[in-house]
């Protein structure tokens, strides 16, 4: 079992809906979480982070944390078809330390 | 956010010769940065953590001597594949993680643009 689960997708929505996407860990050593968008065949791009559990909200989304659970999530609001690419959750068990990363989740968003 | 600069970002070799890539922290300072290596439709793998000025920290099952890290500055990491052959062929990618102001209190780490590496 990976550390860090993620449902590869391909996620399909319509432009304007609402993006729903989800990591299970199980090392609930894990207190900074992470995510990250990549669009093919480029790095990485920070969009969230938190610390510990709770909501956080950054423009068109908001990252929720449930360390009891161990599960977060990212909901991108009235998506646009730029949003389509790979989300990447990842998470670390104290600042400075290596980041465990999920498989990614594609997602299309269709105009 | 940070922005960290990566070079070249394809790059064509044959095989049997050696290939640098540079990652650089612009805009600050980078005790830290980590490379990666990733395959088509799947996530990052973690090669190794660079710490400014002491060895790379290899994940297990990465050849040291066939994936040099250097990281001699607190802006510039360089990670060198040598006597390349075609399976090394692959998207790399380095972070890194500030150190100071910039990295504020959760040390998240940016991303450079990637390296697509093509041994023939």
């Known amino acids: 079992q990976k550390e860090v689960e993620q449902d590869p997708g391909p996620l399909s929505v319509p432009e304007g809906a609402i993006v729903s996407l989800n990591c299970t860990y199980s090392n609930s050593a894990f207190q900074y979480f992470m995510w990250y968008r990549q669009y093919s065949r480029k790095g990485p791009e920070l969009l969230m982070y938190t610390y510990s559990s709770g909501n956080k909200e950054d423009g068109r989304f908001t990252a929720q944390v449930d360390k009891s659970s161990k599960y977060i999530s990212l909901f991108i609001r009235d998506s646009q078809p730029s949003d389509s690419a790979t989300y990447l959750c990842a998470m670390s068990k104290a600042a400075g330390n290596k980041l465990t990363f999920g498989g990614g989740t594609r997602v299309l968003v269709k105009p | 956010g940070a922005v960290v600069s990566q070079h070249p970002s394809w790059v064509i070799c044959k095989s049997g010769t050696s290939v640098k890539i540079e990652c650089r922290s612009l805009?600050?300072?980078?005790?830290?940065m980590f490379w990666y290596r990733q395959f088509p439709k799947q996530s990052l793998m973690l090669m190794a953590t660079s710490n400014e000025g002491s060895k790379a920290t290899y994940e297990q099952g990465v050849e040291k001597d066939k994936f040099l890290i250097n990281h001699a500055s607190l802006t510039l990491s360089t990670l060198t594949v040598t006597s390349a052959h075609p399976e090394d062929s692959s998207f790399y990618i380095c972070?890194?993680?500030?150190?100071?102001?910039?990295?504020?209190?959760?040390?998240?780490?940016?991303f450079g643009q990637g390296t697509r590496l093509t041994v023939v």
């Open positions: 972070s890194a993680r500030a150190s100071g102001p910039t990295g504020g209190l959760f040390t998240e780490a940016f």
């Open positions: 805009d600050f300072q980078a005790t830290t």
